[in-house]
């Protein structure tokens, strides 16, 4: 009889668990796969590169990005000066409600300056990523090899750091 009561609660442990991870979430910002590529030897900056998904509830805006692998960190995209295509400082990254942001190459992305070491294929970044109302969120980005325009598709699919966020 015991193991059946015990049974019972850590089920309804689990239901609560679950009703609490579904309620923050619509409301909270999604990252999806973030990735930086590997830099060569002596290389000063690097990039960052992610998804991000917001809940229908509201819009959010993505502020700032630290890392321990940089000096300086900051929010960039491209414009194009006639025929050539100039990256730009940007204040934030706007996530439309409902909708999703990508950070690729070419687009929005995170700049990494001042890197205090190099970038290896198959290494872990941490990032801490900063919006007006998701709050912090931590991630690990993998650092794919230079060149890489997308990362590597891993068997079972990407990551969510959906649930990394410090409210």
């Known amino acids: 009889m015991q193991l059946k009561t015990a049974a019972a609660a850590f089920l309804l442990l689990l239901a609560g668990g679950t009703a609490n991870a579904q309620q923050v979430r619509p ?3 999604t990252v999806v796969e973030p990735w930086v590529r590997a830099t060569p030897g002596g290389a000063k900056v690097g990039a960052a590169y992610m ?3 917001a809940g229908p509830a509201g819009a959010d805006k993505l502020l700032s ?3 321990d692998v940089a000096e300086v960190v900051e929010l960039h995209t491209h414009v194009m000066d ?3 295509a100039r990256m730009r400082r940007v204040d934030d990254i ?3 409600a409902g909708g999703k942001v990508t ?3 070419g687009g929005y992305h995170v700049m990494l300056i001042n890197l205090k070491r190099q970038l290896k294929a198959g290494e872990k970044v941490k990032l801490t990523l ?3 109302k ?3 969120i931590e991630v690990e980005a993998g650092v794919q090899p230079i060149g890489a325009k997308q990362p590597t598709k891993q068997p079972g699919g990407g990551m969510d750091h959906s649930g990394h966020g410090k409210h």
Do not use: R
């Open 27 to 29: 409301a909270g910002v």
């Open 51 to 53: 998804e991000f998904k």
């Open 65 to 67: 990005v630290t890392s």
């Open 82 to 84: 006639g025929n050539v």
């Open 94 to 96: 706007p996530v439309p």
């Open 103 to 105: 950070l690729n190459p």
């Open 130 to 132: 900063k919006f007006e």
């Open 134 to 136: 998701a709050g912090v």
